[in-house]
């Protein structure tokens, strides 16, 4: 069997996701528009229908959103 890959294809969408979130609240968005930007893509949050301003917000407060904020996407539980 071979390894798995570095980053699985849910690693890689929540981390395009965390990026996202970063960006637009640096430039100023609110956790409610980046969550209607988020559910008008076709994303969906892991255990509900769409996402929320909370569960935005929660995914800024993330270990692996503040390890993206100071620039070492490295640091920060994989889950």
Sequence with gaps: MPPLPPLLPEERERDAIL???VQRREAGDTFAAIARELNASG?????AASFSKFQVADLLRSRRAQALIMGN???GPRT
Aim: hydrophobic share 35%; no cysteine.
């Design 19 to 21: 990026q996202l979130v």
């Design 73 to 75: 996407k490295d640091e």
């Design 43 to 47: 994303l969906r949050p892991r255990f």
